[in-house]
């Protein structure tokens, strides 16, 4: 990491010292023209004899002359200038949006091999015990809901994967079809409901709401949406999910009792890969998919997705038909 960082300091360096050589090279250009213009001017009025009829306006067209020469360096240096700046900053853009992508690339593989690796370790080690000793029936039934809630995990995570590829490169179709909303929102508070049972509920769900949309696409709305709540509210946390008629539109709201998003970050979280703080010393678990897949889901269903503050702490997501 430190490496990189000095080649793209190196990297960063080299390119400003020559862009400033371009633009040095080209202010020496006009200075070296306008330099010869004047002198050819001032030649030209030394050649004329002071005593001919015409000495004034040939002088006159000499200065003509050279300041046309003046105009036209001045206009092609500024149009060379314009173009050198633009492209500079189109490439420097590019540049850094590249090493952005890179950067949040690396932060998304750091957080899929944990994101694995900790579903796969807790549930190895649950079927192990249980074949290893023999439990009571609670223990088991304990044991069993961590090994199926961390399979859970691996299948949201894979399907996420999944999908996002397939949305990126077009390759998945979408079967648009009248579905009953709020039955499928009613279904997955079941599911969440039977899978964390210790957890806080709260849900009002106005039944008959149907939408046009893809009922995997819109069941991985809601589920990352639940998910997320689950993932940044403590444990007493109330979770909160409302499908209700406003006006002309129907509104999935979900609120969660966590620390809440910085005003600054409301836009960013719904960036591909994006994740708030240091992928090493985050404690969250996450790819920085979810969010993302939201708004993408939302938009192809002419829906929108945002952020706001709940009271008096936490966040409300908000998706609106």
Known sequence: MVFKKKRLAVATTVYWILLAYIITGLGWWFIALQTQNHQMAHFKAQQLKLDSPDYESRLSTIQAEENSKTASYIGEGSTFFLLILVGAIFVYREVRR???????????????????????????????????????????????????????RLDTLANNILVASQLEGGEYIQAKESLDFSALVGRSMQDYRHRFPERRWSDHIEPGHTVNGDVL???????????????????EGLIT?????????????????????????????????????????????????GLYLCRKIAEDHQASLKVTDNSPIGSIFTVTF
């Open 217 to 235: 696409l819109l069941q991985m709305l809601v589920n990352n949406l639940v998910e997320n709540a689950l993932k940044y509210s403590p444990r």
């Open 241 to 289: 999910i409302l499908l209700e008629n406003k006006g002309r539109h129907i509104q999935l709201a979900v609120k969660d009792e966590g620390a809440g998003i910085p005003d600054e970050e409301k836009k960013k979280i719904f960036g591909k890969f994006y994740r708030s703080g240091q992928e090493a010393t985050r404690q969250t678990k996450g790819t920085g998919l």
């Open 98 to 152: 590249q090493i952005r992508l890179q950067q949040q690339q690396q932060n998304f593989m750091m957080a899929v091999t944990h994101e694995l690796k900790t579903p796969i370790a807790v549930t190895k080690l649950n079927l192990e015990t249980l074949q290893k000793h023999k439990l009571d029936e609670e223990r088991q039934r304990k044991m069993i809901q961590a090994a199926l809630q961390e399979t859970n």
